[in-house]
Nanobody, 126 residues
């Protein structure tokens, strides 16, 4: 059973940067396809970014050019590097994992992921 633990959230001013970490245990990390989602108050959980086992990456339009999703298989960790933060980035950010090799149409769907972290709060002030 895969367990995911996020860290690195916090309060940041608009224009600043934050890096979230997601440490995985209990599985073969190098085979996992990893995603980041976020949920703002009163809104549905939405896709942010995805990195496959082969390091291919995918981003929601709102994240392109500002966020990156590197992974370090030696540390069993995936990151979400967030730059040029905006107040609308305020949300609880969730790390997720799946062994399924998803096409673009499906990797944005939270229902395709089998394992989830507990979430990390990110608050961006204007």
């Amino acid at each position: 059973q895969v367990q995911l633990v996020e860290s690195g959230g916090g309060l940041m001013q608009a224009g600043g940067s934050l890096r979230l970490s997601c440490a995985a245990s209990g599985g073969t990390f190098s085979m996992l396809n990893m995603g980041w989602f976020r949920q703002a108050p009163g809104k549905e959980r939405e896709f942010v970014a995805h990195i496959k086992y082969n390091y291919n990456t995918y981003y929601e339009d709102s994240a392109k050019g500002r966020f990156t999703i590197p992974r370090d298989n030696a540390k069993n960790t995936v990151y979400l590097q967030m730059n040029s933060l905006k107040p609308e980035d305020t949300a609880v950010y969730y790390c997720a994992a799946t062994l399924k090799r998803l096409l673009w149409e499906r990797l944005r769907a939270s229902s395709e992921y089998d394992y989830w972290g507990q979430g990390a709060q990110v608050t961006v002030s204007s």
